[in-house]
T-cell receptor, first 114, second 115 residues
Framework: AQSVSQHNHHVILSEAASLELGCNYSYGGTVNLFWYVQYPGQHLQLLLK??????LVKGIKGFEAEFIKSKFSFNLRKPSVQWSDTAEYFC????????????FGGGTRLMVKP | EAGVVQSPRYKIIEKKQPVAFWCNPI?????LYWYRQNLGQGPELLIR????????DSQLPKDRFSAERLKGVDSTLKIQPAELGDSAVYLC?????????????FGPGTRLTVT
């Protein structure tokens, strides 16, 4: 069974700092990769997704993620965070043979200090 | 466009009591998912419907959990009887098709507390 690991459970940054959140998965075949974000009091929203093609994916609000197949990784990055980026971030993987089933990581709670 | 609607948003019950959650997916979305999210963890799939058919319920604890999606639109998830360990957020999501790569849209969830 596939699994997803997010190594950073809690991250605290100051505004304008750069962000990188790690995500590793355990499935060896074709995958679709997602990052979801949950702002305080809101529901899960899609931040960005990778299906194929350019491994560097750009999403909303200045976020991007890079798919490195050899490392089974899909790390999320943002050059300069804002206070409004305070949220919980979830990496999710869909194995190519699993229909549309998503396996989520445990999440990373990001706090950005103003 | 209205998003995924769930009710109630919060529910507190005593153990051994029954509880039910309701979900109305985005109009036209034929695939519906129920997830459970424990505190400090990511969502875990309980059951997936394509139209009215449950196509993946391997993670649903069938001794106490049941779900239905009559007419292939809204859905109900039931727990009877509830246990302390069932305290979690129950999320509903929907997508247009079931094939991989289609974005799942999530509702706000129902936070269940079992005392």
């Amino acid at each position: 069974a596939q699994s997803v690991s997010q190594h950073n459970h809690h991250v605290i940054l100051s505004e304008a700092a750069s962000l990188e959140l790690g995500c590793n998965y355990s499935y060896g075949g074709t995958v679709n990769l997602f990052w979801y974000v949950q702002y305080p009091g809101q529901h899960l929203q899609l931040l960005l997704k990778y299906f194929s093609g350019d491994p560097l994916v750009k999403g909303i609000k200045g976020f991007e993620a890079e798919f490195i197949k050899s490392k089974f990784s899909f790390n999320l990055r943002k050059p300069s965070v804002q206070w409004s980026d305070t949220a919980e971030y979830f990496c999710a993987v869909n194995a190519g043979n699993a229909g549309n089933m998503l396996t989520f990581g445990g999440g990373t709670r990001l706090m950005v200090k103003p | 466009e209205a998003g995924v609607v769930q009710s109630p948003r919060y529910k507190i019950i005593e153990k051994k009591q029954p509880v039910a959650f309701w979900c109305n997916p985005i109009s036209g979305h034929n695939t519906l998912y129920w997830y459970r999210q424990n505190l400090g963890q990511g969502p875990e799939l309980l059951i997936r419907y394509e139209n009215e058919e449950a196509v993946d319920d391997s993670q649903l604890p069938k001794d106490r959990f049941s779900a239905e999606r009559l007419k292939g639109v809204d859905s109900t998830l039931k727990i009877q009887p509830a246990e302390l360990g069932d305290s979690a957020v129950y999320l509903c999501a929907s997508s247009l098709v079931w094939t991989s790569g289609y974005e799942q849209y999530f509702g706000p969830g129902t936070r269940l507390t079992v005392t």
